[in-house]
């Protein structure tokens, strides 16, 4: 059997990592600041994630969410402590788009409405109602168009209230950062606006923080920076650094029924190990912090290259755009340098490194993007 031919692929086999560090099969070594996409948030093969994760699956790897898991109490405690959200309900699932899916869904039981506002380059997701917010018809099959979204341009206050004051949307939903996008950061003033439009117009304000969340931004979530609260909140990447699982952050106001919502597979006994450990590392290393100090120094480092024409980024979230597309030079990154790096679009290199990289990796990482600029 071929395999479904989606990605295009570059002709690398990774077989091995450490740290912010990855090895293909012939033994060469990559300095790691894509993360694997942003997944990986503790770093490759964290000795602690891999005892944790080896122990829990000789004891035991799965049983079915109808039977008391104790693992996820032990998540949601750990977790709601961190990230200032003890007060919220966790519900646990598999990916980012499945907590999308099931943010939209909630929200929409909530209020009983089916328009939503997403925002201009937002990404989502791909299952139906995730693919429906983001903004790229060319992902969008025709049986996900069904006409719920309205795109707004991102910052525009003016567009934002003027939607919501109809009094028929049912959420909103924006990154904490955008991502795909190519690091565009909502502004704070933006953020204050829309939490109170959404309060005023019985709307559900939903921030996604799949990218942006986790740490990678310098905080817990992107959205601390704006001083707001949002309805839902979605994550999944980091919190599992590799191990796939996604979760959803639900504010008191919405009461749980009996199968409302469901999942075989969501906050699993491996699952709960995996996001446990993260949490553990997070702490123990101070990764939040880390994120913040190396982020702020790559930021004013990067900002010194004459050939970038916009830095963007918070924390280890970073977006370097160029005047002309950058294939070249991303290419001359991973060839020659021997450094993954993320892409934005044509012009866009995004950086999304392991929340534990060190400024002497930082460092490295300029010289190399230098040789190549
Ligand atoms: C902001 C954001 N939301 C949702 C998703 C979808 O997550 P997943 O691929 O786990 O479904 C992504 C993935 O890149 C993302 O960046």
Redesign the pocket.
Known sequence: MKLFDVYPLFDINIVKGKGCHVWDDKGQEYLDLYGG??VISIGHAHPHYVDMISKQVATLGFYSNSVINKLQQEVADRLGVMCGYDDYQLFLIN??????ENALKLASFYNGRTRVISFNKA?????SL?VEVTDNPKIIAPINNNQHVTYLPLNDTEAMEKELKKKNVCAVII?GI???GGIQIPEKNFMQALRKACDENGTVLIL?E???GYGRSGKFFAHQYSDIHPDII?V??GIGNGF?M?AVLISPKFKPLYGQLGTTFGGNHLACAAAIAVLDVMKEEHLIENAAKVGNFLLEELRQFKKIKEVRGCGLMIGLEFETPIKEIRQKLLFEQKVFTGVSGTNVIRLLPPLCLKMDEASDFLTRLNAVL
């Open positions: 996409h942003a990916s980012g788009a499945e907590a999308n990404f989502h997701g791909r299952t995730a990154e955008q991502g795909v996604d799949i990218q942006s979605t999944a990447k796939p996604g």
